[in-house]
Protein backbone atom coordinates (compact mmCIF):
# COMPACT_ATOMS: atom_id res chain seq x y z
CA UNK A 1 0.00 0.00 0.00
CA UNK A 2 3.04 2.41 0.88
CA UNK A 3 4.51 1.98 -2.45
CA UNK A 4 1.98 2.52 -4.93
CA UNK A 5 0.67 5.83 -2.51
CA UNK A 6 4.38 6.74 -3.08
CA UNK A 7 3.93 6.13 -7.06
CA UNK A 8 0.84 7.83 -6.74
CA UNK A 9 2.09 10.80 -4.97
CA UNK A 10 5.58 10.92 -7.61
CA UNK A 11 3.12 10.97 -10.50
CA UNK A 12 0.89 13.81 -8.95
CA UNK A 13 3.50 16.11 -7.86
CA UNK A 14 5.54 15.70 -11.46
CA UNK A 15 2.03 16.70 -13.01
CA UNK A 16 1.75 19.57 -10.18
CA UNK A 17 5.03 20.83 -11.18
CA UNK A 18 4.35 20.92 -14.92
CA UNK A 19 0.98 22.62 -14.49
CA UNK A 20 2.86 25.28 -12.38
CA UNK A 21 5.70 25.69 -14.79
CA UNK A 22 3.19 26.22 -17.40
CA UNK A 23 1.55 29.18 -15.38
CA UNK A 24 5.07 30.39 -14.06
CA UNK A 25 5.68 31.27 -17.70
CA UNK A 26 2.45 33.89 -17.91
CA UNK A 27 3.12 35.35 -14.63
CA UNK A 28 4.99 38.19 -16.17
CA UNK A 29 1.79 39.47 -17.97
CA UNK A 30 0.57 40.03 -14.30
CA UNK A 31 0.56 44.06 -14.35
CA UNK A 32 0.98 45.04 -17.63
CA UNK A 33 -1.16 46.93 -20.29
CA UNK A 34 -3.25 45.16 -22.75
CA UNK A 35 -0.30 47.08 -25.25
CA UNK A 36 2.72 46.45 -23.23
CA UNK A 37 0.76 42.52 -23.25
CA UNK A 38 0.43 42.18 -26.92
CA UNK A 39 3.93 43.91 -27.13
CA UNK A 40 5.62 40.71 -25.31
CA UNK A 41 3.53 38.24 -26.89
CA UNK A 42 5.03 39.26 -30.44
CA UNK A 43 8.55 39.19 -28.72
CA UNK A 44 8.14 35.68 -27.12
CA UNK A 45 6.46 34.70 -30.55
CA UNK A 46 7.88 31.98 -32.67
CA UNK A 47 6.44 32.60 -35.63
CA UNK A 48 5.49 36.65 -35.83
CA UNK A 49 8.23 39.09 -37.45
CA UNK A 50 7.00 41.58 -39.51
CA UNK A 51 4.02 43.26 -40.33
CA UNK A 52 1.75 42.36 -42.74
CA UNK A 53 3.34 43.81 -46.41
CA UNK A 54 6.92 43.89 -45.13
CA UNK A 55 9.48 43.26 -47.85
CA UNK A 56 11.98 40.35 -46.82
CA UNK A 57 13.35 37.09 -48.18
CA UNK A 58 11.14 33.63 -47.86
CA UNK A 59 12.83 30.37 -47.73
CA UNK A 60 16.40 30.94 -48.04
CA UNK A 61 18.66 28.05 -48.68
CA UNK A 62 21.44 30.00 -46.01
CA UNK A 63 23.08 32.13 -44.11
CA UNK A 64 23.05 35.81 -45.47
CA UNK A 65 26.43 37.66 -45.24
CA UNK A 66 27.33 40.67 -46.71
CA UNK A 67 31.30 41.04 -47.85
CA UNK A 68 32.82 43.98 -46.28
CA UNK A 69 36.29 45.14 -45.21
CA UNK A 70 36.82 43.32 -42.66
CA UNK A 71 36.00 40.32 -44.44
CA UNK A 72 38.28 40.31 -47.06
CA UNK A 73 41.25 41.66 -44.48
CA UNK A 74 41.09 45.51 -46.47
CA UNK A 75 40.39 47.10 -43.15
CA UNK A 76 40.24 45.78 -39.19
CA UNK A 77 39.32 48.58 -37.54
CA UNK A 78 36.56 49.55 -40.08
CA UNK A 79 33.54 47.74 -41.02
CA UNK A 80 31.71 48.72 -44.59
CA UNK A 81 29.70 46.67 -46.48
CA UNK A 82 31.13 46.27 -50.08
CA UNK A 83 29.93 47.19 -53.61
CA UNK A 84 30.76 46.85 -57.09
CA UNK A 85 28.91 46.49 -60.40
CA UNK A 86 31.54 44.22 -61.99
CA UNK A 87 30.56 40.40 -61.00
CA UNK A 88 33.98 39.21 -61.48
CA UNK A 89 34.63 41.89 -58.60
CA UNK A 90 32.30 40.89 -56.69
CA UNK A 91 33.21 36.97 -56.93
CA UNK A 92 36.80 37.52 -55.98
CA UNK A 93 36.04 39.15 -52.79
CA UNK A 94 34.18 36.64 -52.02
CA UNK A 95 36.39 33.89 -53.02
CA UNK A 96 38.91 36.26 -50.25
CA UNK A 97 36.63 35.90 -47.85
CA UNK A 98 36.28 32.30 -48.01
CA UNK A 99 40.07 31.60 -48.33
CA UNK A 100 40.80 33.75 -44.61
CA UNK A 101 37.42 32.14 -43.00
CA UNK A 102 38.11 29.48 -40.42
CA UNK A 103 37.15 27.02 -42.72
CA UNK A 104 37.12 27.00 -46.76
CA UNK A 105 33.32 26.68 -48.51
CA UNK A 106 32.82 25.95 -51.41
CA UNK A 107 31.39 28.43 -54.33
CA UNK A 108 28.38 26.20 -55.39
CA UNK A 109 25.94 28.18 -56.88
CA UNK A 110 25.83 32.38 -58.22
CA UNK A 111 23.07 34.82 -58.84
CA UNK A 112 22.38 38.41 -59.13
CA UNK A 113 19.40 40.54 -58.65
CA UNK A 114 18.89 44.53 -58.59
CA UNK A 115 20.12 44.83 -55.44
CA UNK A 116 23.39 42.49 -54.90
CA UNK A 117 25.81 40.15 -56.46
CA UNK A 118 25.22 36.18 -54.86
CA UNK A 119 27.69 33.29 -54.26
CA UNK A 120 26.03 30.58 -52.67
CA UNK A 121 29.28 28.62 -50.30
CA UNK A 122 29.08 25.05 -48.99
CA UNK A 123 31.44 23.92 -46.76
CA UNK A 124 32.42 20.08 -47.86
CA UNK A 125 32.88 18.27 -44.38
CA UNK A 126 29.13 19.59 -43.07
CA UNK A 127 26.71 20.22 -46.16
CA UNK A 128 24.26 21.98 -44.41
CA UNK A 129 26.65 24.50 -43.16
CA UNK A 130 25.44 27.29 -46.42
CA UNK A 131 26.89 30.72 -46.71
CA UNK A 132 24.83 33.40 -48.89
CA UNK A 133 28.18 35.65 -49.89
CA UNK A 134 26.69 39.05 -51.19
CA UNK A 135 27.99 41.87 -52.47
CA UNK A 136 25.49 45.17 -52.82
CA UNK A 137 25.69 46.36 -56.37
CA UNK A 138 26.58 50.28 -56.41
CA UNK A 139 23.81 51.01 -59.45
CA UNK A 140 21.18 50.34 -56.53
CA UNK A 141 23.49 50.72 -53.04
CA UNK A 142 26.52 52.29 -51.89
CA UNK A 143 27.24 52.01 -48.03
CA UNK A 144 29.04 54.25 -46.13
CA UNK A 145 27.97 52.83 -42.54
CA UNK A 146 30.66 51.81 -39.87
CA UNK A 147 29.12 48.50 -37.85
CA UNK A 148 32.28 49.30 -35.40
CA UNK A 149 31.58 53.05 -35.27
CA UNK A 150 28.01 53.34 -35.74
CA UNK A 151 27.15 57.00 -37.39
CA UNK A 152 24.09 57.86 -38.86
CA UNK A 153 24.75 57.68 -42.23
CA UNK A 154 23.74 54.88 -43.77
CA UNK A 155 24.56 55.02 -47.65
CA UNK A 156 23.40 55.94 -51.43
CA UNK A 157 20.12 54.51 -52.47
CA UNK A 158 21.07 54.93 -56.39
CA UNK A 159 17.45 54.30 -57.70
CA UNK A 160 14.33 56.97 -58.58
CA UNK A 161 13.57 58.42 -55.03
CA UNK A 162 9.80 57.90 -54.00
CA UNK A 163 8.02 55.93 -51.18
CA UNK A 164 7.42 52.95 -53.17
CA UNK A 165 11.36 52.50 -53.61
CA UNK A 166 12.77 54.23 -50.27
CA UNK A 167 10.15 51.93 -48.20
CA UNK A 168 11.27 49.06 -50.25
CA UNK A 169 15.30 49.97 -49.49
CA UNK A 170 14.64 50.13 -45.89
CA UNK A 171 13.39 47.05 -45.13
CA UNK A 172 15.96 45.10 -47.55
CA UNK A 173 18.66 46.99 -45.29
CA UNK A 174 16.33 46.22 -41.91
CA UNK A 175 16.03 42.65 -42.92
CA UNK A 176 19.17 41.97 -44.11
CA UNK A 177 21.38 43.73 -40.67
CA UNK A 178 22.92 46.31 -43.14
CA UNK A 179 23.05 48.08 -40.25
CA UNK A 180 24.23 46.87 -36.30
CA UNK A 181 20.50 46.64 -35.58
CA UNK A 182 17.72 44.52 -36.42
CA UNK A 183 14.67 42.28 -34.93
CA UNK A 184 11.29 42.01 -35.02
CA UNK A 185 8.77 45.07 -36.64
CA UNK A 186 5.65 46.56 -34.64
CA UNK A 187 4.67 49.04 -36.98
CA UNK A 188 6.08 51.09 -39.74
CA UNK A 189 5.01 53.98 -41.92
CA UNK A 190 5.98 56.58 -44.22
CA UNK A 191 5.85 60.17 -44.58
CA UNK A 192 6.94 62.53 -47.46
CA UNK A 193 7.99 66.55 -47.16
CA UNK A 194 9.43 68.51 -50.04
CA UNK A 195 12.66 67.36 -49.72
CA UNK A 196 12.80 64.14 -47.84
CA UNK A 197 10.80 61.04 -47.57
CA UNK A 198 10.99 59.69 -43.78
CA UNK A 199 10.46 56.10 -43.09
CA UNK A 200 9.30 55.03 -39.10
CA UNK A 201 9.71 51.81 -37.34
CA UNK A 202 8.83 50.60 -34.16
CA UNK A 203 11.39 47.55 -33.17
CA UNK A 204 11.14 45.16 -30.52
CA UNK A 205 13.88 43.36 -29.06
CA UNK A 206 14.39 40.40 -25.96
CA UNK A 207 17.61 40.68 -23.63
CA UNK A 208 17.48 37.20 -22.15
CA UNK A 209 17.74 37.24 -18.23
CA UNK A 210 20.31 34.79 -16.60
CA UNK A 211 19.07 32.13 -13.79
CA UNK A 212 17.59 34.36 -11.52
CA UNK A 213 16.89 37.55 -13.59
CA UNK A 214 14.15 38.73 -15.50
CA UNK A 215 14.02 39.48 -19.25
CA UNK A 216 13.73 42.68 -20.31
CA UNK A 217 11.92 43.57 -23.87
CA UNK A 218 13.03 46.81 -25.28
CA UNK A 219 10.82 48.71 -27.71
CA UNK A 220 12.87 51.18 -29.94
CA UNK A 221 12.30 53.66 -32.45
CA UNK A 222 14.09 54.29 -35.44
CA UNK A 223 13.43 57.26 -38.22
CA UNK A 224 14.91 56.45 -41.44
CA UNK A 225 15.58 59.82 -43.88
CA UNK A 226 16.16 59.91 -47.76
CA UNK A 227 16.83 62.99 -49.39
CA UNK A 228 15.16 62.92 -52.40
CA UNK A 229 18.04 64.79 -54.48
CA UNK A 230 20.74 62.70 -53.48
CA UNK A 231 19.38 59.39 -52.52
CA UNK A 232 22.17 59.98 -49.43
CA UNK A 233 19.89 57.76 -45.96
CA UNK A 234 20.17 58.31 -42.71
CA UNK A 235 18.38 57.31 -39.44
CA UNK A 236 18.25 58.38 -36.22
CA UNK A 237 17.38 55.89 -33.23
CA UNK A 238 15.84 55.83 -29.58
CA UNK A 239 14.32 53.63 -27.03
CA UNK A 240 10.70 53.84 -25.76
CA UNK A 241 10.54 52.04 -23.21
CA UNK A 242 11.51 48.52 -21.41
CA UNK A 243 8.93 45.96 -20.11
CA UNK A 244 9.60 43.39 -17.53
CA UNK A 245 9.61 39.64 -19.24
CA UNK A 246 9.79 36.22 -18.44
CA UNK A 247 11.64 35.78 -15.23
CA UNK A 248 14.43 32.66 -15.07
Known sequence: MKKELF???TIFLVFSCDVIKINHDDDYKIGLSKEDQEIAEKAYSKTYMYPEGFNYEKNLEGSIYYENTVSIRSHQDTWIELNTNDKQQAKDWSEISSQTS???RDLVAERETEKF???????SVRPNDVILSRVHKSSYFIPIY???KKPNGIGSLKVAINKETVKEFIEYIWA??????????LENSLFESSDTIRYNLKSVNVIYGDWGLCDIIEVSNFDFYVDKKSGMATF??????EIKGICR
Do not use: H
Not at 117 to 123: C, G, L, M
Not at 176 to 185: H, M
Open 102 to 104: AYY
Open 146 to 148: DKF
Open 117 to 123: FEFKRVY
Open 176 to 185: NYCIAYSGKV
Open 236 to 241: ESNKIK
Open 7 to 9: YIL
